[in-house]
Antibody, heavy 118, light 107 residues
């Protein structure tokens, strides 16, 4: 059974880069699409983007200029970098598996809270 | 972007009730509509894909219907563990977007 686990700093300074990694266990990253979603405190869900095992990416245009995703198939991991963070980027960040061709997100990590503060 | 609008935003119901949540897309998304359940402090749980297909392991009291722009999630007989927030999400075109959520509370 595939499981996902997010990791990374829980505190990031304003204007710096948020970096998170999602480790895939119980299955291979070499299929499907691997997504990031975030949820600000008390608010709804926002899709950040996805990356395929081959490295093809699709980002939300609202964040595209600041987002970079990468995949490391040798470690069964994929990563998110979000640059120039502000308080508006404070959220719980989730990684999830998106099943092509319908791109529904069937497996989610538990989420990691990112605070932006100096 | 395709806007997803859920109604109601909140709903009070009792154990055993039948409840329906509606999700409307700002333009046709065929059947590319998914539903998730989220409990406080937890990650969303995937329930239904392509509008009406139940994910393996999800109780049969959950059902979904619709196509085009209008969709519904129905819980036929509410159980205590069903009180949560429900989100619809379109996967027809990127950026994938979610509804604002429907909070289902105990009456």
């Amino acid at each position: 059974q595939v499981q996902l686990q997010e990791s990374g700093p829980g505190l990031v300074k304003p204007s710096e880069t948020l970096s998170l990694t999602c480790t895939v266990s119980g299955g291979s990253i070499s299929s499907d699409y691997w997504s990031w979603i975030r949820q600000p405190p008390g608010k709804g869900l926002e899709w950040i983007g996805y990356i395929s095992y081959s490295g093809n990416t699709n980002y939300n245009p609202s964040l595209k200029s600041r987002v970079t995703m990468s995949v490391d198939t040798s470690k069964n991991q994929f990563s998110l970098k979000l640059s120039s963070v502000t308080a508006a980027d404070m959220a719980v960040y989730y990684c999830a598996r998106a099943v092509g061709y319908f791109y529904y997100m069937d497996v989610w990590g538990k989420g990691t809270t990112v605070t932006v503060s100096s | 972007d395709i806007q997803m609008t859920q109604s109601p935003s909140s709903l009070s119901a009792s154990v055993g009730d039948r409840v329906t949540i509606t999700c409307r897309a700002s333009r046709s998304i065929s059947s590319y509509l998914n539903w998730y359940q989220q409990k406080p402090g937890k990650a969303p749980k995937f329930l239904i894909y392509t509008a009406s297909s139940l994910q393996s392991g999800v109780p049969s009291r959950f059902s979904g219907s619709g196509s085009g722009t209008d969709f519904t999630l129905t819980i036929s007989s509410l159980q205590p563990e069903d009180f949560a927030t429900y989100y619809c999400q379109q996967s027809y075109s990127t950026p994938y977007t979610f509804g604002q959520g429907t909070k289902l509370e105990i009456k």
